[in-house]
């Protein structure tokens, strides 16, 4: 029995022995990392992912994450360039991008990340004046940025983004903030009123401006109406006139004159038009008188020859 005993024992050891080299020596590597392998303290590469084989005691690896991360910078105490005492934190977001020289190059790259953060927005902060801080943050986070991938990039990180959470200035600051602010909407309601008023007046002379045009196009139409009613009035007494006879014109204006020479004023208008109108007369006048001369002449003429033939007979 013991020999039994003792002839299961030296199995299992053997066994158990298999079993913990298998445990140091394979290394499950998932797609977001990578396993840094160190044989007898010489970097031999970065494994991964998938199934990694080490040699135990020879070989060790370190794991390097290469998802992107963020880290929080604490509230920092900063100075403008016009002595303005600020209070920033902001955040850092990074992410790996080549495994090897983050374990080779920096103990702690996170560590060192927040560190230089800190430095780089003292700088960056102390070379701007408090109100450009205030308003211009994307260019802040933009030059915290680019500084720091310039010194992280030979660690093999990226630093992909860093964005200001806060900024909180001295309560002094904030008390001369809010008087501008309120002085500032007191000049833009004043500027909005007046542009109000100026735009109201604008219009209201523009209103009477085209009330006058229109009055005017309206008497001016009105005018060519009654100009053109008198001409169609005037054309229609010169054609109901040229259907009169010249006589009957002529006894009007006779008429006319009689009126008027029986009126108590010292002096008469002829109109020049009569003349015409009398001219039928005048030379029916001299027509008849014409023909009375002829008839006389013609008596006298022929009374001699009447004797004549009587004493004849």
Do not use: C
Request: aromatic share 4%; no cysteine.
């Amino acid at each position: 029995m013991p020999q039994e005993i003792s002839g299961l024992i030296v199995p299992g050891l053997f066994l158990l022995l298999v079993l913990i080299v298998l445990a140091l020596a394979i290394r499950v590597v998932p797609e977001y990392q990578r396993l840094v392998v160190l044989r007898l303290g010489r970097v031999i590469g970065a494994k991964g992912p998938g199934l990694v084989l080490l040699i135990p005691v020879v070989d060790r690896g370190v794991r390097v994450d290469l998802r992107e991360r963020f880290f929080d910078v604490p509230p920092q105490t900063t100075i403008t360039e016009d002595n303005a005492q600020l209070s920033i934190d902001f955040l850092v977001y990074s992410k790996v991008i080549d495994a090897l020289p983050s374990v080779l190059n920096v103990e702690d790259y996170q560590g060192a990340s927040r560190g230089l953060a800190i430095t780089t927005l003292r700088a960056v902060v102390g070379s701007m004046l408090l109100d450009d801080v205030l308003a211009k943050r994307e260019a802040i986070n933009e030059a915290l940025r680019t500084k720091l991938d310039e010194v992280t990039n030979r660690w093999g990180i990226k630093v992909t983004a860093v964005e200001i959470r806060e900024i909180t200035p001295p309560a002094e600051v904030l008390q001369a903030m809010t008087r501008q602010m309120a002085a500032e909407r007191s000049r833009r309601a004043t500027v909005t009123e007046a542009d109000g008023t100026r735009d109201a007046n604008i219009r209201v002379a523009e209103g009477r401006k085209q009330a006058m045009v229109l009055e005017a196009d309206g008497e001016r139409q009105a005018m060519m109406l009654r100009a053109e009613g008198q001409a169609q009035a005037l054309e229609r007494i010169v054609r109901v006139a040229r259907t009169l006879e010249s006589n009957t014109m002529a006894l009007q204006y006779l008429d006319v004159l009689r009126v008027l020479a029986g009126s108590p004023s010292t002096k008469v208008l002829i109109p020049t038009e009569i003349t015409n109108l009398l001219r039928p007369f005048v030379e029916h006048t001299a027509a008849s008188s014409a023909r009375s001369e002829a008839t006389r002449a013609d008596a006298s003429r022929a009374g001699p020859a009447t004797e004549i033939a009587d004493r004849r007979v």
